[in-house]
């Protein structure tokens, strides 16, 4: 019964509409989704005051923001691997938008993990920060999230010019999730998607060569008939 029902679901007109729109704006709806989830934050949490972890209730809301980003990333991926699998209408924006994507969910995950084990005093070198910026003083709300996208984005790349480090177990732990899988990711998706991608577009040029020949010979033929 639960495949039947899963089987209607997808036939579904409506949810195909949706989730090809969703791959079609991958990263728009990535974006959106970041960004409700940093303000949720922001509104949660009293950053720029020294006791930030004040609240049970605020703990809450950003332990819940922390997972569903989790399964936003993870749910990213998934749709990746899928389309790229099961499709030879991948093209070089699916994967684009997915890599940049991926980048973004990582960064909001960061941002979770900085607001979330940021501890209650500071002291003057910053090493009790979850992450550290090279900086005398500590970061504002808006810097943090630049820095960790920039963060995200060299070690999705596997740059790493390591003037941003992880300094907690748990953030340790988020960056060699996000390494591991920016090494299966340029191998599986990017690998399979380029590969798709051009020996479609090789077999349409073979076609497309095809078919002027053929009208190359139709004129040609005429022109014989006409002299």
């Known amino acids: 019964r639960v495949g039947s029902v899963m089987a209607r679901i ?10 090809r729109r969703i791959r079609k704006y991958l990263l728009p709806t990535t974006f959106l989704w970041q ?27 950003i332990v819940i ?5 989790g399964i936003q990333c993870l ?14 209408q991948v093209s070089l924006s ?12 990582f960064a909001g995950i960061y941002a979770t993990m900085y607001i979330l084990l940021k ?4 002291d003057d070198e910053h090493q009790n920060l979850p992450f550290y910026f090279n900086e005398d003083q500590p970061p504002t709300f808006g810097t943090v ?34 390494m591991l899988i920016s090494t299966l990711y340029h191998i599986v998706i990017f690998g399979l998607g380029l ?11 073979i076609k497309w060569n095809t078919n002027f020949q053929r009208l190359s010979a139709d004129f040609d033929n005429d022109d014989v008939r006409r002299r």
């Open 75 to 88: 749910a990213l991926l998934f749709v990746s691997l899928k389309f790229v699998r099961r499709t030879h």
């Open 119 to 122: 501890p209650d005093i500071i």
């Open 94 to 105: 699916f994967l684009s938008q997915s890599f940049a994507a991926v980048v973004l969910s």
């Open 35 to 61: 960004l409700i989830s940093i303000l949720i934050l922001y509104l949660s949490s009293d950053y720029e005051k020294t006791k930030v972890q004040d609240s049970a209730g605020r703990n809450a809301v």
């Open 145 to 178: 999230i630049l820095k960790l996208t920039y963060f995200s984005c060299v070690t999705m790349t596997t740059t790493g010019f390591g003037l941003i480090k992880p300094q907690h177990w748990a953030t340790h732990i988020a960056v060699i999730v996000q």
């Open 195 to 205: 590969s798709r991608y051009f020996n479609t577009n090789k077999t349409q040029a």
């Open 65 to 69: 923001c922390f997972i569903l980003q």
């Open 10 to 19: 997808k036939s579904n007109e409506t949810v195909r509409w949706i989730r």
